[in-house]
């Protein structure tokens, strides 16, 4: 038992009363200690449904943000996943604790070391790597999901191009200020797009996606 639980609770039914449907999903969400992946001065609203400060500018994505966007990629057991912006490691350890082998990519240095410590604290093989996300990460492709938790200004073909035949891609794309959801499936060399609007996402820093912030 521990202070959390309770609150917890609370954060899946938000989760359900938000339309959250799939089982396996609010499960994971409701066993992950989403407090341990935040600082000691944002713990405290740890389980309200809104993103909260992990340092560095960053943020960790609202919990409504992640099961939709976990639903969306919908992940099967033994999936080869790849997330993009790693940040405080959450969605990471949710894509893990379904049972999918999860790569991860950062590119701010601290908040890297930082989600490799709670993985390991916990005990749960996630890659990971400091880097540029836009570019995926070529060695284990092909994958059969990636998951962008930043906002890009377009779709990184690098991103695309290493997913599998069947495979997903879930990216928030549009302006600095608010993005709309896009999942691309692949079928073959055809990629087909769907449009999910109204997020808001830290942007996404790179060679395929925006300049410096500025
Ligand atoms: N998935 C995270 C959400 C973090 S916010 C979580 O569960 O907490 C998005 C993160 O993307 C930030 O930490 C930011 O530093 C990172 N980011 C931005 N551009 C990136 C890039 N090109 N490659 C990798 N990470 C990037």
Redesign the pocket.
Known sequence: MSLFDGDRAEMIEVLKKKEIKNEEVLRVMGEVERHL?MPEYSRRRAYEDCALP?G?G????QPYT?AVMTELLFPQKDDKIL??????????VILSKLGCRVFT????VD?GRRAEQIFKTLNLRIASKI????LGWKEYAPYNGIIV??GAPVIPEQLQNQLKDGGRLVIPVGDKKSQTLIVVDREGNNFKQKEIDGFK??????KE?WKEIG
Do not use: H, K, M, W
Not at 58 to 61: H, N, P
Not at 83 to 92: H, L, M, N, R, V
Not at 131 to 134: I, K, Q, V, Y
């Open positions: 992946f992990i560095f960053q943020t960790i994505s992640v997330e993009i912006g790693t940040g405080s490691g959450y969605q990471a990519i950062e590119r701010n908040l880097g540029d996300g836009t938790t930043a996402f830290v942007p996404l820093i790179g996606g």
